[in-house]
């Protein structure tokens, strides 16, 4: 029987959050990302000084978009060490199709390929919401990625013009290691959907990690657009840059 890593009590180790606050000073910037002949927008953080090459993280923002707390997200794990790119995948359509997704975050690990500082062998894929579907969808899809963290997704979505396979139809395609962040009062994507994808997750063998939050609803990364000043959301920031840390080397 699997068992998940339920976070229920607030202790003073998780309000140290040692992993956050590595404090490297970092330079954030808005850029325009080309795939399929448009100029997505998106934005993008880095490290700053040192010549060694540093691991690099896509994100993939929410189904309400590029919020505020996504950018102050990618500020917060540039300062941890990681290259940072947010994909703006909803510039020109609120619900794109998978294959524009998928271009768009192929086109955005070449854009990572192009910079001196980047290790182009320790890349991983991270997103919330429609974000975590992506990440679930396209992590089998595209190798190289070398990790996933996918928050309160939507492992059985599929079956529209737009969307016509559902994650859960690449899981024996999986091969890199995933993390999957959820809250018990998800009412979008009710979490016994997460403990059945978990079921065929561990029966194909796959290497993944699943952290449930006890009474965290959908979307608790963020309030009002910004960084959440909570428990679950300081835990599950910690937990994503530490399962990175783990297999982005």
Known sequence: MLKPVVKRTLTLAALALSSLALGQAVNGADL????????????????????????????????????????DLVDEMAG???????????????????????ALVEDGLRLLALRPDVNTNAV?????????????????????????????????????ATQPKPPTDFINDLTAPLLILHGTK??????????????????????????????APHGFLLGDGKIANTYDSRDARREMLNYFGDTLK
């Not at 991270?126 to 939507?154: D, E, H, N």
């Not at 979008?188 to 290497?207: E, F, G, M, T, W």
Request: proline letters at 5%.
């Open 124 to 160: 991983g894929l991270t997103g919330f919401c429609a974000g975590g579907r992506y990440t679930m969808l396209l992590l089998p899809q595209i190798k190289q990625f070398k990790s996933g963290v996918a928050w309160y997704g939507f492992p059985d979505s599929g079956g529209t």
């Open 80 to 102: 941890a060490g990681y290259v940072t790119l947010a994909l703006g995948w909803q510039t020109f359509e609120k619900q794109p199709s998978d294959a524009t997704v998928k």
């Open 186 to 215: 998800d009412q979008p994507s009710p979490i016994a959907s997460i403990y059945s994808y978990a079921q065929k997750l561990d029966a194909a063998n796959k290497n993944f990690k699943l952290t449930v939050y006890q009474g």
């Open 32 to 71: 325009n990302v080309n795939s399929g002949g448009k100029m997505y927008k998106s934005y993008l953080a880095a490290p700053t000084g040192g010549e060694a090459k540093k691991p690099a993280v896509i994100l993939l923002h929410s189904f309400n978009g590029m919020e505020q707390g996504y950018k």
